[in-house]
């Protein structure tokens, strides 16, 4: 499956819930409870078997961090290769990308914009070019905005728009030095509650 470039909002409105793929939370929400088409607005919502909500869940997940299933499967892999709970290993895999770690600093206004910055050598990694959206960040790592990428249009007020952001626990916004570091490993209670990713793990683990 490639990526998806289509209506953002009509993603939201399949499942039901905001998955942050566009800026104005406020606009998405109108329209949540209607599902997409010509019939949306009548439409009831199906009652669905327990794959249907295995892969409902996995979908979520998927356009939530902008992943490929190729890609999202191998995360599950090695969730499940590391020792612990295999769902909160695949939290915390999911949260450790540079492109999340990005977002969630305030970098970017979604993850889309995020990956994208990324790609474009906008960041440096502990001072060395990152430009890979899918690297796993651990702690003690500082992400900041390049020099020469300060004055360009979308990053005139990143002071300001750092300041504001309300980061999880495990990451720290300095506005002044246009960086974040990353102070620990992602916590459960940072994680958005949008998707269960024990139906996820189920998913997979009867394919």
Known sequence: MGRYIGPK?????????????????AKVARRLSQ?????GPNKRRKTRSTYGKQLI?????KYLYG????????YVREAERLTGDSGK???????????????RIGFAKT?????????????????????IPSHLVKSGDVVALKKNKEKKGVFIEITEQLMQTDTPSWV??????KEGTVLHMPLEADYDKIFDVKLIIEYYSTR
């Open 9 to 25: 909002n009509k993603i939201a409105r399949r499942f039901g819930v905001n998955l942050g793929l566009k800026t104005n939370a």
């Open 35 to 39: 599902a997409p088409g010509v019939h």
């Open 57 to 61: 869940e996995k979908q979520k997940a």
């Open 67 to 74: 992943i490929r299933e190729k890609q999202f499967s191998r």
């Open 89 to 103: 290993n695949l939290q915390e895999l999911l949260e450790r990308r540079l492109d999340n770690v990005v977002y």
């Open 111 to 131: 993850r889309a914009q995020a990956r994208q910055f990324v790609s474009h050598n906008m960041f440096t990694l502990n001072g060395k070019k990152m430009n």
């Open 172 to 177: 720290r916004a300095d506005g002044k030095k």
